[in-house]
């Protein structure tokens, strides 16, 4: 990895508002609608620097493309963690990896009085006609999403306090239903799930319906659900919650890596909360799951890009990212299959596909929960070291895949977007935000989704600060 990858892509961004993206190529005029993504906006706050790629200050970009057109525009989330950053010069809340530098006395006073912060840069959901920028911290942001102005902070649960979430929420429209995992810490810490009914924009933080006590609560960053249950995969990555309380160290470094417990799986009936089965399968660790369905066998299939440990986390340090000869532990697809009924045995993660995958992207509306679920797309590295530098596509029916990559490029999440009255499940596109080291500007890469060959870009002429997840909103249903 070169030193300008490490300057552009986890540097510092200024706002910025662009009406005419000159594009390159020829966009499908069936594509319209505007691309969201959040992110981390800068790594420096005065002479302090953020130390892990999940730290950093939110920002919001927006892509609208219309008419064979593209507008941009970006903007700091307005939180109390961007304007503390902002007034005082430093950093001032806690972050995934990065403490503030505080003195005994506060760190002291932290336990009875803590900072959460607000800086929700990871995800974006549309609940109930709210816009949220999605953190992991039980404090979402509400945003507007033609100009990004902060509107609020709302949440999944009551109180933020001893409290953590997913930013995968999971959305059924077909149900009205928003569902999210909060994680509350306490002497004896529970999993609880949320619900919230998508028909009422005022009831944003829902119901309880389902909860499970543990003692070494896992990090859990997202949770499967399939049409009639939810399942949480509780990996071997835990904490004991008395450090989370004294605020010795940043957030994941409480976490310890115990694979003596194996990876336990918990079901829940996804109506009544009932709690349906918990097993044990074979260590491991995964950000990200794709897809959950339940089977005609009576088993329920898991689709998840699995690690064989949390090392993942730990490449991640923006130290690490700086070197040439950096190595991200790749993620491969793995599929558990749970039964519901029959003997207690211990469970293996079937691999999918050897391509190391990440940021998996899915056509969420149309196959969520559904068996009929074929491509996953997302993100990869070409050889054993380097950041991630080309976009995957696999086939999960045939196990073929397809791949797309460029010099010196670097692309963010693989976004589908499908056309209009499609039959096929990969007729659309793939948009995807790729940082160019070798210039220093990013462009927006519209990829034919069945190809995997690129229709268009649009070039900006800055570079956009390498992020996480983001949602495409069409001005007609895409699904």
């Known amino acids: 990895m070169s030193a300008d990858y ?18 390159r190529g020829e966009l499908p005029r069936w594509l319209t609608g505007s691309l969201l993504r ?5 790594f420096q706050v005065g002479t302090q620097r953020y130390r892990h790629w999940f730290d950093g200050l939110a920002m919001l970009h927006r892509f609208t493309i219309d008419d064979g057109r593209v507008s941009y525009a970006n903007r700091f989330l307005e939180t109390e963690s961007y304007r503390a950053a902002r007034d005082e010069g430093r950093i001032a809340y806690p972050e995934f990896a990065t403490d503030p530098c505080r003195s005994l006395f506060a760190r002291a006073m932290a336990v009875f009085d803590p900072q959460v912060t607000d800086s929700a840069k990871v995800n974006i959901a549309r609940v109930a006609e709210h816009y949220l920028a999605l953190a992991e911290t039980p404090i979402q942001v509400e945003f507007d999403p033609e100009t990004l102005r902060t509107v609020g902070v709302t949440g999944w649960d009551t109180s933020t306090f001893g409290r953590m979430t997913t930013v995968h929420p999971h959305l059924d429209e077909a149900r009205h239903e928003a569902i999210n995992l909060v994680t509350r810490y306490n002497a004896v810490s529970n999993y609880v799930f949320r619900r919230v009914d998508t028909r009422d924009p005022g009831l944003l933080q829902g119901e309880t319906i389902a909860s499970r006590p543990v003692r070494e609560p896992s990090y859990i960053h997202s949770f499967g659900m399939s049409a009639r249950h939810l399942v949480l995969v509780e990996f071997p990555l835990v904490v004991n919650p ?17 694979p003596e417990r194996g990876t336990r799986i918990h079901v829940f009936d996804r109506e009544s909360g009932a709690h349906v089965r918990t097993m044990t399968a074979d260590p491991f660790f995964a950000f990200h799951h794709v897809n959950a369905y339940d089977d005609e066998d009576g088993s329920i299939v898991v689709d998840l890009v699995a690690y064989d440990d949390a090392s993942v986390i730990e490449s991640f340090y923006l130290h690490r990212l700086a070197e040439p000869d950096v190595r991200i532990p790749p993620g491969t697809l793995r599929r558990l299959r749970i039964p519901l009924d029959g003997p207690d045995v211990r469970l293996h993660a079937e691999e999918r596909s050897p391509i190391g995958i990440e940021l998996p992207n899915v056509d969420y509306a149309r196959f969520n929960t559904s068996p009929e679920l074929r491509y996953v797309y997302g ?25 797309w990559h460029e010099a010196d490029c670097y692309p963010g999440e693989g976004v589908f977007v499908g056309r209009p009255g499609r039959q096929a499940q990969d007729d659309g596109v793939v948009l995807s935000v790729v940082l160019d080291a070798a210039v220093g500007t990013s462009f927006l890469l ?15 002429p800055h570079p956009v600060l390498l992020g996480y997840h983001g949602q495409f909103y069409g001005d007609r249903p895409s699904a």
């Open 6 to 23: 490490a300057v552009h892509g986890f540097g510092e961004s200024p706002e910025v508002t662009l009406d005419d993206v000159p594009v």
């Open 38 to 42: 959040n992110g981390p906006g800068t």
């Open 242 to 258: 008395l450090a989370l309380l004294l605020w010795l160290r940043p957030y994941i470094e409480n976490f310890r890596w115990k």
């Open 379 to 403: 993100v990869g590295v070409r050889g054993e070291r380097g950041f991630y530098d080309r976009l995957v596509k696999v086939d999960l029916a045939g196990g073929e895949t397809a791949t």
């Open 446 to 460: 519209v990829l034919d989704a069945a190809s995997f060959t690129e229709l268009a870009r649009a070039e900006l």
